[in-house]
């Protein structure tokens, strides 16, 4: 049987129990101890799951962690992953990997001096639906891709979310919360990018929370709510990609790309599955039959798998192979996001500094080696 990697949890807010519930479906990591800067947090999900809660300076300190979950807050990932690496942990985030290009390329040499890995969500990409997607674009199906349009937009956190203001503050927006997803899926389905641009906007200066426990909260608005950017590939194609909290309702499709020889369009990929649609002329487009795939749609026809790049890195460790959700494909998406803020506040392109190779695909027979 294959070693398991002990996990650290640093961070126990919401998705943590995501982790933690879904962990065990997977060969490699092995949940063995949880921290929060709040105690108690730490205290009632260590009781939930029967793992023991530590301090987190105490995680980082325990020798018998091979691998730190940075589930802290964004503003505090590139902290608590320099001190998990100096500390000679590998270190999986979850998304956005990191707020700032520096940082990021500062954390790259770190883990590179002293032979780490370092990976980062979303692993939703892993997904089935998106790696059948992958598999018709490299055979082929519609062509060459040349241009695309993908689209994130919705009114905002205030009215659902228990804690929402830092979605409105530096480091948030719809762009660095979501854009993750959409601009992963980009690159692992076309390969890097070259250059960007965008344009950005605030619908409105301050929000109102409207949820509990703080409603009646005004918010005041410190990072752009709509933002359009447009991302040139290196293959040379085009696509524009729409983020933004401040549409009330809306009907595009989350991820339609054009090739030469027909459209291809890719569900939502905040979630691992969903149908996939090929048109190949004017007619209408018409869903494909996929893969059968571990992850796939359950037998309820629900998805959720992550944990599977944790477990890609955790067993890329073990076995000395690269895992998927890596360092160099974080970075790159990093770059390719904070290169479209940094496009819509000067008005000018933006080349990327980063690139990153398309990692394997994670086709059924690999995806079977993950499962336990």
């Not at 060969?27 to 800067?37: E, L, Y």
């Not at 091979?66 to 902290?79: R, S």
């Not at 479209?340 to 990692?359: D, H, K, P, Q, Y």
Request: proline content about 6%; some cysteine.
């Amino acid at each position: 049987m294959t070693k398991a990697l002990n996990v650290g949890v640093m961070g126990c807010g919401n998705i943590s129990a995501a982790y933690l519930n879904l962990s065990p479906r997977f060969r490699g990591i092995k949940i063995a101890a949880v921290a929060d800067v709040v105690a108690a947090a730490a205290e009632a999900r260590g009781k939930e799951y029967d793992v023991p809660a530590l301090t987190p300076e105490a995680l980082i300190a325990d020798p018998d962690i091979d691998i730190i979950l940075n589930l802290t807050i964004p503003a505090a990932h590139y902290e608590v992953a320099r001190r998990a690496l100096e500390a000679g942990k590998h270190v999986y985030a979850e998304k956005p990997y990191v707020l700032d290009l520096g940082e990021g390329k500062q954390l790259a040499a770190l883990a590179a001096e002293k032979g780490l890995r370092i990976g980062s969500a979303p692993d939703t990409i892993l997904g089935s639906s998106h790696q059948y997607a992958r598999h018709l674009i490299d055979q082929g199906e519609v062509g060459r891709i040349t241009s695309g349009l993908c689209t994130m937009m919705g009114s905002g956190h205030e009215s659902w979310h228990p804690n929402p203001e830092f979605y409105y503050k530096k480091g948030g927006g719809p762009l660095l919360d979501m854009g993750p997803y959409y601009v992963s899926n980009l690159v692992q389905l076309l390969g890097p990018v070259k250059r960007v641009t965008g344009f950005t906007s605030s619908a409105t200066p301050t929000r109102t929370i409207t949820s509990e426990p703080k409603k009646g909260t005004v918010i005041t608005v410190e990072t752009p709510t709509n933002i359009h950017g447009v991302l040139e590939f290196a293959s040379g194609a085009v696509v524009t990609l729409i983020t933004s909290f401040d549409v009330k309702q809306q009907e595009n499709a989350h991820m339609a790309l054009y090739g030469t020889g027909g459209t291809i369009y890719v569900p939502d990929p905040n979630g691992f599955a969903g149908p996939v649609r090929v048109a190949k002329s004017r007619g209408q487009a018409a869903p494909v039959e996929q893969w059968e795939h571990p992850l796939g749609p359950d037998e309820k026809g629900g998805a959720n798998y992550r944990s599977a790049g944790l477990a890609d890195m955790a067993l890329g460790i073990l076995e000395g192979r690269p895992h998927r959700c890596n360092g160099e494909f974080a970075l790159h998406v990093i770059d390719i996001m904070t290169g479209i803020l940094r496009a819509g506040e000067e008005g000018r392109a933006v080349e990327m500094s980063t690139t990153c190779e398309r990692f394997a695909p994670l086709t059924p027979e690999a995806a079977q080696t993950l499962v336990a």
